[in-house]
């Protein structure tokens, strides 16, 4: 499974940037699929997740972030609103062989990408 991140940048506070993820090198349907983010010596924070069952978002994100995509799947995509300093990581897009976004808080995921950098100037 290859998980190809891109878009991210530089912005300013208040700014916007929209994410896409194309997963490929898979024959499965059955899964989720989103974001988690890392800042340098921070943990793994999950951000969003889509899936048929539900869609999930992080305490931090949530009614700023929106992810997407055409019946929860392949590509997807993260529009972030109103971003903040705070939300400056290297952004991964990952998979998980599940049918709902369960867990996606815990970090744990079964593939993920090389990740693409967010900037947020205050």
């Known amino acids: 499974v290859q998980l190809q991140a891109s878009g991210g940048g530089l912005v300013q506070t208040g700014g916007s940037l929209r994410l896409s993820c194309v997963a490929s090198g898979f024959t499965f349907d059955d899964y989720a699929i989103g974001w988690f983010r890392q800042a340098p010596g921070k943990k793994r924070e999950g951000v969003a997740c889509?899936?048929?069952?539900?869609?999930w978002y992080g305490d931090s994100v949530q009614g700023r972030f929106t992810i997407s995509s055409d019946n929860a799947k392949n590509p997807v995509y993260l529009q972030m609103n109103r971003l903040k300093p705070e939300d400056t990581a290297v952004y991964y897009c990952?998979?998980?062989?599940?049918?709902?976004?369960?867990?996606?808080?815990?970090?744990?995921?079964?593939?993920w990408g090389q990740g693409t950098q967010v900037t947020v100037s205050s």
């Open positions: 990952a998979l998980d062989r599940r049918l709902a976004c369960t867990a996606w808080d815990k970090g744990i995921h079964d593939y």
């Open positions: 889509i899936s048929m069952k539900n869609t």
